[in-house]
Every structure is written in C-alpha cells, then in structure tokens.
C-alpha cells in the first residue's frame, strides 16, 4: 500500500492513526497537533489529493510524482520540500544503490515520500515515538530525525566504498586486466554520492538561516549542526575516495605503460638476437659459398678450360678457396658479424 503509517501527534504523542488519507484530514482537524503522513511510491491521484488538502506548490508535487530529482532543499510559502538521496551498500554484487526521498515540511503537517527502499522511515517513526520530549518540538523535528537517518546510513556506504579501494590497490599490482573498468565503476558511485551528500552541507546552511524566523527549538538547532558536522566529514570522505581512484588510475595507467615497454623491450632484444644469429648465418653462408664456387667452376666438364693441365692447379685451386674463406672471415670479424 503508498500509504505505509500515519498518524496525528499532539505534545509528543501518537493520538490517532487513520486508515486512509481522509480519515488522517478529518483526524487533523478533530485532534490538532499535526500529521505525520508516511508514503511509498504514491500515485498521482494520491499526491494530488495531499496537495489539495495541505495547499502543497504544483512544482514540488510534479517532482515528487516524477522522482529523479538532484538533492535539494526548497521553500514554498509556508512549505519546505526537501529531496534527500539516501543509499545502501549491496554487500552481495559490492554495489552502492541510490534511492530517493521527499519531505513536505508544513504549519500542521510532515510528508515523507520514499521512492526507494531505504531509509528505513519505521525505525525513524519508533525512534522518535520513543522520546516524546523531541516528538513535542512538532514537525521540524521529524524533518531533523529524517535528515540524521539518511547521514547515518551513509556510514556502511562509506566502509563498503572503502573496503573496493583497499581491494583496487592490491588488484593493481597484480595485473588483474579488470581492475580499470572496476576502478571506472567506483568512481562513478563515488561521484553519484558526492552528488547526494554534497548539497546537504548548503541545505542545513539555508535552514539554519531560518532559525529565528521560525521559531526552531534551540534543541533542534544544536541536532542540525551535529548533523552539519557529520555531513561535512562525510564530503571530505567521498572527495578523499574521488582523489584515491584518480591516483589508482593514473598508477594503473602507469603500470600498463610500463608492461608494455617491458614487452617492446624484450621484442627488440629478441630481434636483435636474431639479427645477430642470420649475420652469423649469413657470414658463414658467404664463407662457404666462395669455396664452393671456385670447386664448381673447375668441376665443369670442358676440354679448353684455363689452368686445366697446369701442374699447380689442383694446389691454386685449394689455396684459392682458403684464401678466399679466410679473406671474408676476417672481413666478418671486423665487423661483428661472427
């Protein structure tokens, strides 16, 4: 069902719980105090039935209808609508999941819109059930019990995001080929948190501004700066991880570079062994063709031949080859051929 608990709150304590959305109006007016309203996933017609019930801006109610909104904080009139990007850590796939929240904040009213499955919006409710003397300080505290729910359970994001980058650092140096595509995913989650914590520091800012204008409890006031300080240390977080996986990447690009000269290294040494292997071959090629040559020639059967009845010929002959041999032997040699 979209509506998942309501109910009406008068000096801390839960004095109706309606069963439809008409019932929480007529509730409203019969009790005073004001309404908590808990939704998941409403439908249009349901939203515009709270719009025209609490006089809520057709802009926000188009953006909570739509979803997909970037995290903000807005005020229209008397109305404070407030787009929250909670998210989990999915141990199973090593993933961050981001969902969406929206808050109306009214005179008489509180409005919480869940898109997604987190934040748990039940232990919030029983959390503040439970400590009436906060409950009493009306709607805003629902709206700071909110805020601190959603900073809260960005801390197992964090550790999750943490413990990728310690395993990144040791997949880099052990050549793993995916570490890069896993390096660009973390860093996408990375800055998809940024996106969602960031603006949260600028929100607080603007409802601290508000203080005096609207009366904040000096309580509230004191919750709502702890959680600034908890937002901002979780924005150096995040932009600590940001600047990780940019040195993780500049290292593995490094790396990759380095393996590859290795390689081209290893290729030019090769080639070079081998260039030193066919000047050998060929070296010693030239040697013996000069011999075999000269014995070919005087091989030939043919009556009128130079040096043919000489005396000396078959002596001339050897001599020549070894000449001829030793001559490019030392001519190789010289030039580090052999």
Known sequence: MPVVDNAIYLGGHRVASPGSL????????EHGGFAW????????RELESL?????????AIEDASKGHQRAKLERHGDTLFVVLRPARYLDD??????GELHVFIGRNFAITIRHAESPDLARVRRRLEGAPELLAKGQEAVLYAVLDEVVDEYAPVLAGLENDIDEIEEQLFDGDPAVSRRIYDLASEVMELQRATNPLQDMITALQRGFEKYGVD???QHYLRDVLDHSIRISERGESFRQLLQNALQVHATLVAQRQNDEMRLLSETNIAQSEEVKKISGWAAIIFAPTLIGTVYGMNFKNMPELYW????????????????????????????
């Open 218 to 220: 000096s309580e509230l």
């Open 37 to 44: 309203i808990g939704l998941y996933r409403p439908t249009d």
């Open 22 to 29: 008409d019932e929480t109006f007529e509730a409203l007016v």
């Open 93 to 98: 796939v090593e993933r961050v999941e981001f």
């Open 51 to 59: 719009a025209k019930e609490f006089d809520l801006h057709h802009l």
């Open 311 to 338: 005396e000396y010929g078959y002596v001339f002959a050897l001599a020549l080859m070894l000449g001829f041999g030793v001559a490019l032997y030392v001519i190789f040699k010289r030039r580090n051929w052999l």
